[in-house]
Structures are given as C-alpha cells and as structure tokens.
C-alpha cells in the first residue's frame, strides 16, 4: 500500500507503529506517578484502567502485560471517538497514527476542539499537519524551551509533524 494513498477513517485502525511508538514515547513505569500535567499515571502513559477507572497515585503497581492492555484499550475508546469526529474524512495511515498518538497524548477534549480538526474536515490536511506545532504546552509550560524541563512533549509534536507533512 501507498503509505500516502487516503483511506476512510471509519475503517483505519492504529497500526503495530503507532502502538509501539507510543510505548517508546511514553515509557514503561509500573508504579503510579503524576506527569507533568499533575494527572496520576501508570504504564505506558495510560491516565485510566481498561475499564474506565482513573489511575489512582495510591494504586499497586501495574504489570508490562497489564500496561499494555491499558494502552490498547485507551486507544481503542480513543479511536471510536476520533472516528465520530471526523466523519467522511480521509487519511493515510501514517497520519491517522499521528492523530491517535496526539489524542493519547492531549485527549480527545483537546482534538475535538482543535484547529487540528477544523482543518482536516475542511479537507485542508496540511494546514492540519502545521497545526500540531501550535500544542507545545505541558503544565502551563512552553516545552519548546529546553530549561523548562519538558523538552521531549515538544521533541514529540515535532516528530508528530514531520510524519503527518511526509505524507502530505
């Protein structure tokens, strides 16, 4: 498959990449800690249990095979909601990953209201992709400046934008 070719996002799914980047991004830590966004957060990133139950900072460890059921299944919920957000809009797979990987790492709440969105239901995809460059905040600080010690979220929305601008 052409990984520009434009499919249906009612049939895309998050691919083996996408799930293994968010891995590498997010890390494993099995003990529950606050990222920066002061949220309690356990596994690979996962802010909330397979069953919807917010991680408590208080919680037991989780277990790799236990992080990553709690990765599939956030970004299985994630998916459903993204389609519903984008109805009729077409995208590569590489860019729908990009997306789900944002939404794992904004939430939903933040895609649905961002320009992000706006854009690519206008069809304007590269007008989406510049986008990504305008989420560089993390705990009320600008993560594109080094010494505010949340260098990786904005390293991450640049990876994000050059994925999203190679196929388009």
Not at 24 to 37: F, N, T, V
Not at 56 to 75: E, F, G, N, Q, S
Not at 111 to 121: I, V
Request: aromatic content about 8%; hydrophobic content about 40%.
């Amino acid at each position: 498959m052409n990984n520009k070719m434009k499919i249906s996002v009612a049939v895309l799914a998050a691919s083996v990449a996408a799930i293994g980047g968010i891995k590498l991004q997010e890390g494993y830590r099995a003990k529950p800690y606050y990222d920066i966004g002061k949220v309690a957060t356990a596994g690979y990133g996962s802010t909330v249990y397979e069953d919807g139950r917010k991680v408590k900072i208080t919680d037991a460890p989780v277990t790799k095979a236990r992080a990553d059921a709690m990765l599939r299944a956030h970004v299985k919920k994630d998916e459903v909601k993204l389609r519903v957000m984008l109805p009729g809009v077409k995208l590569a797979q590489a860019e729908y990953d990009v997306y789900v990987d944002f939404i794992y790492n904004f939430g939903v709440a933040n895609f649905q209201k961002s320009s992000m969105r706006r854009e690519l239901l206008r069809g304007d995809h590269k007008a989406a992709c510049r986008a990504l460059l305008r989420y560089k905040y993390a705990g009320g600080r600008d993560c594109s400046i080094r010494k505010n010690n949340c260098y990786g979220v904005w390293a991450r929305q640049l990876e994000r934008h050059r994925k999203c601008m190679a196929v388009n």
